[in-house]
């Protein structure tokens, strides 16, 4: 028989669920390459190759067979297919803020293993989906069913818009969540000088006052930029229950932080202080001050006001934030104030960027506040077993705290 690309049914509709790939009807041992592709809504291409054999039936299993050096990626990596897709253009990332469209991965199996793609034996179109719903300042996500769900605001990084795709998935896994834009967006300012507590408080209260989120407290899921802002709510607000920081400060950065009468400065930042490679790519790990030093520490978030479970995830090759350094001394001093509502998950050989399983690492990218090209670290292999491993962490850590509070 002619051969075919077989594709595990239930892995059609969950961007984060893995997928089963197979091909059948090739010749016994035969040597193949696997290539997969994809546009983002940018229209940016990204792709990743593996060379493969066949075993003594004529089926290729990638669950079973290990891909061979030469390719993206070697070794049985099932998901490596799309953990190791890559961009055409240079430090491109992988867009997707609207998820009303799925991803669409093309799949081509060519004879042999040559630098160029030999005969096309069989090709396929697999379909990543997401799910939507609701529409207010950000973009509400809700499980299927009428029973009340834990809730979750989800707060991006300093990049502007709306993100929704880990609120998506989120809803996916059973969790009514909240995708919060705070600037540039709709109404919102495109370039704020400072940015007020109180419009995420009403974020906050929409979502407790909403008749399928239960209560009595939900939960804030931040990355980078997003991760201070929900420190700072849960330090500040009350009804915040969990908190998840993703590689995120524990001061405010980038832009003063204002509620009622008070004002938060943003933490002192000198692009001098960067280092520039090679590449002319720049090295920012040492350009944010210390926020446990004078006179960083006007920034530093009052945690120990803080009612919330905290959780700091964070990756030992982040480039942009100290995030492992913050989130240790931030627990050594909650630690000292007799504080017991934290922890951390340090994951080596990753980056800024921690996204969901199986998204393209992203290890050089635009500085959010220097526009400039620079690392935002992260190697391949150790960048994608994080986020498989954090993932799910993430889920059992609100589950546990928004669903027995």
């Given at each position: 028989m002619a051969p075919a690309v077989r594709l595990s049914p239930a892995a059609r509709s969950l961007f984060d669920e893995p997928?089963?790939?197979?091909?059948?009807?090739?010749?016994?041992?035969?040597?193949?390459?696997?290539?997969?592709?994809?546009?983002?809504?940018?229209?940016?291409?990204?792709?990743?190759?593996?060379?493969?054999?066949?075993?003594?039936?004529?089926?290729?299993?990638?669950?079973?067979?290990?891909?061979?050096?030469?390719?993206?990626?070697?070794?049985?990596?099932?998901?490596?297919?799309?953990?190791?897709?890559?961009?055409?253009?240079?430090?491109?990332?992988?867009?997707?803020?609207?998820?009303?469209?799925?991803?669409?991965?093309?799949?081509?199996?060519?004879?042999?293993?040559?630098?160029?793609?030999?005969?096309?034996?069989?090709?396929?179109?697999?379909?990543?989906?997401?799910?939507?719903?609701?529409?207010?300042?950000?973009?509400?996500?809700?499980?299927?069913?009428?029973?009340?769900?834990?809730?979750?605001?989800?707060?991006?990084?300093?990049?502007?818009?709306?993100?929704?795709?880990?609120?998506?998935?989120?809803?996916?896994?059973?969790?009514?969540?909240?995708?919060?834009?705070?600037?540039?967006?709709?109404?919102?300012?495109?370039?704020?000088?400072?940015?007020?507590?109180?419009?995420?408080?009403?974020?906050?209260?929409?979502?407790?006052?909403?008749?399928?989120?239960?209560?009595?407290?939900?939960?804030?899921?931040?990355?980078?930029?997003?991760?201070?802002?929900?420190l700072a709510m849960a330090a500040f607000l009350k009804n915040i229950t969990a908190v998840a920081s993703l590689n995120g400060p524990v001061a405010t950065t980038v832009i003063p932080l204002c509620y009622k009468d008070k004002t938060i400065p943003s933490l002192p930042i000198d692009e001098q202080l960067a280092k520039v490679n090679d590449s002319n790519i720049l090295d920012c790990s040492d350009t944010l001050s210390d926020p446990f030093q004078a006179p960083g520490n006007q920034s530093l978030i009052p945690l120990e006001k803080a009612e919330a479970q905290l959780l700091f995830i964070v990756g030992q090759d982040d480039h942009v934030v100290k995030s492992e350094y913050y989130a240790t001394e931030a627990c050594k001093y909650l630690q000292a104030q007799g504080k017991d509502n934290f922890q951390i998950l340090s994951y080596p050989g990753t980056g800024h960027c921690i996204d969901p399983p199986f998204f393209p690492l992203y290890p050089i990218g635009k500085h959010p506040v220097f526009d400039k090209w620079a690392v935002l670290g992260g190697e391949l292999r150790a960048y994608s077993k994080a986020q498989v491993h954090v993932w799910p962490q993430i889920q059992a850590f609100f589950n546990k705290y928004l669903n027995d509070n």
């Open positions: 997928l089963a790939i197979a091909v059948q009807g090739l010749a016994p041992r035969q040597q193949v390459t696997l290539r997969t592709s994809l546009r983002d809504e940018a229209g940016e291409l990204f792709q990743a190759c593996a060379r493969y054999q066949a075993g003594d039936d004529g089926e290729l299993d990638l669950a079973r067979c290990p891909a061979l050096p030469g390719g993206s990626f070697s070794g049985l990596e099932p998901m490596g297919p799309l953990w190791a897709l890559q961009p055409q253009q240079p430090f491109r990332r992988l867009v997707k803020r609207d998820v009303r469209s799925p991803f669409r991965l093309q799949l081509e199996v060519f004879e042999g293993h040559g630098d160029a793609p030999g005969r096309l034996l069989a090709q396929a179109q697999h379909e990543r989906a997401f799910l939507r719903d609701g529409k207010i300042w950000a973009m509400l996500f809700l499980p299927p069913g009428e029973d009340p769900f834990p809730g979750i605001i989800d707060i991006h990084g300093y990049i502007g818009g709306l993100s929704e795709h880990r609120a998506s998935l989120l809803a996916n896994h059973g969790f009514a969540t909240l995708a919060l834009a705070y600037f540039s967006y709709e109404n919102l300012p495109r370039e704020p000088t400072e940015l007020h507590l109180e419009y995420f408080e009403e974020a906050l209260n929409y979502m407790l006052q909403h008749p399928q989120v239960k209560g009595p407290g939900v939960g804030l899921l931040g990355y980078s930029k997003g991760a201070d802002l929900s």
